[in-house]
Nanobody
């Protein structure tokens, strides 16, 4: 099994930046990819960014430019750098791990962007 814990959320003013962290533990050798999703109140959960074990990244068109996913393989941690934040980026951000055991979600971390 794989376990993930997110951190780094908080309150930030519009135009500011935040970096989220997702630490994986357990059967990390089974991980195929990791991703960040977000869910705003009343909206569906949406993909923000994905990174594979090979380091390949992917972003939906709507997320390109202000979000950057990266990883520290030594610490089994994935990061999401968010710049030029907007009030519409307010959401709970979730880390997802795709592994041989299936899909694992973290508990989420709240990001609130004030105008």
């Amino acid at each position: 099994q794989v376990h993930v814990v997110e951190s780094g959320g908080g309150l930030v003013q519009a135009g500011g930046s935040l970096r989220l962290s997702c630490a994986a533990s357990g059967s990390i050798f089974s991980i195929n990819s990791m991703a960040w999703y977000r869910q705003a109140p009343g909206k569906q959960r949406e993909l923000v960014a994905t990174i594979t074990t090979g380091g390949n990244t992917n972003y939906p068109d709507s997320m390109k430019g202000r979000f950057t996913i990266s990883r520290d393989t030594a610490r089994n941690t994935v990061f999401l750098q968010m710049n030029s934040l907007k009030p519409e980026d307010t959401a709970v951000y979730y880390c997802n791990v795709n592994s041989n055991y299936g899909s694992t979600w973290g508990q989420g971390t709240q990001v609130t962007v004030s105008s």
